[in-house]
T-cell receptor
Framework: DSGVTQTPKHLITATGQRVTLRCSPR?????VYWYQQSLDQGLQFLIQ???????AKGNILERFSAQQFPDLHSELNLSSLELGDSALYFC?????????????FGSGTRLTVV | GQSLEQPSEVTAVEGAIVQINCTYQ??????LSWYQQHDGGAPTFLSY????GLEETGRFSSFLSRSDSYGYLLLQELQMKDSASYFC??????????????FGRGTSLIVHP
């Protein structure tokens, strides 16, 4: 157990629907990062939150949004889902806004859009 | 922008030594990281190089040459459990002053008995 908790582990939904993925960072970590991993692809950075504020944005679609709450858990909202959104979505956390020592990843949410 | 190249697959036998290479192109460079990911599992941080040279952590070592925009991960005394995907990641600047890693596509390491 890495200390980063993601729910749900698996999600199957239809095109056009909206889903919410949840992440609780490791205790004491202030930053949360969201990544998307499609089949045979590397990890694509989506967005970072630090202590409740958006800190950095990557290749996140306009249909996707995220937030970090006062208790530091984060949610990634995916709307108007398309087949191509099927992927593993990982959340990672780190103690500060930046780190040399790598991120701690959760076990991911496998999203299947049918 | 940033791009990384690493081999898609490497095979080796148990007990051997294997090297996974990574070349990168980036507008800003603040370090090279390596992660291990077992099938469908969470990526796990292995090592980080900000300066040129070799960093050793047990059976794993990582090397960086900034002048060549090149690094590698060296795995010694291979074990079956080392079969996994290995990702290099360049730490570069993203908007807002954060230094977010950009990951390569990963190298699938297959260890044979």
């Amino acid at each position: 157990d890495s200390g980063v908790t993601q729910t749900p582990k698996h999600l199957i939904t239809a095109t056009g629907q909206r889903v919410t993925l949840r992440c609780s960072p490791r205790s004491g970590d202030l930053s949360v990062y969201w990544y998307q991993q499609s089949l045979d692809q590397g990890l694509q950075f989506l967005i970072q939150y630090y202590n409740g504020e958006e800190r950095a944005k990557g290749n996140i679609l306009e249909r996707f949004s995220a937030q970090q709450f006062p208790d530091l858990h984060s949610e990634l909202n995916l709307s108007s889902l398309e087949l191509g959104d099927s992927a593993l979505y990982f959340c990672a956390s780190s103690p500060a806004g930046d780190t040399n020592y790598g991120y701690t990843f959760g076990s991911g949410t496998r999203l299947t859009v049918v | 922008g940033q791009s990384l190249e690493q081999p898609s697959e490497v095979t080796a036998v148990e007990g051997a030594i294997v090297q996974i290479n990574c070349t990168y192109q980036t507008s800003g460079f603040y370090g090279l990281s390596w992660y291990q990911q077992h099938d469908g599992g969470a990526p796990t941080f292995l090592s980080y190089n900000a300066l040129d040279g070799l960093e050793e952590t047990g059976r794993f070592s990582s090397f960086l040459s900034r002048s060549d925009s090149y690094g590698y991960l060296l795995l010694q005394e291979l074990q079956m459990k080392d079969s996994a995907s290995y990702f290099c990641a360049v730490r570069g600047e993203v908007s807002g002053g954060s230094y977010i890693p950009t990951f390569g596509r990963g190298t699938s390491l297959i260890v044979h008995p």
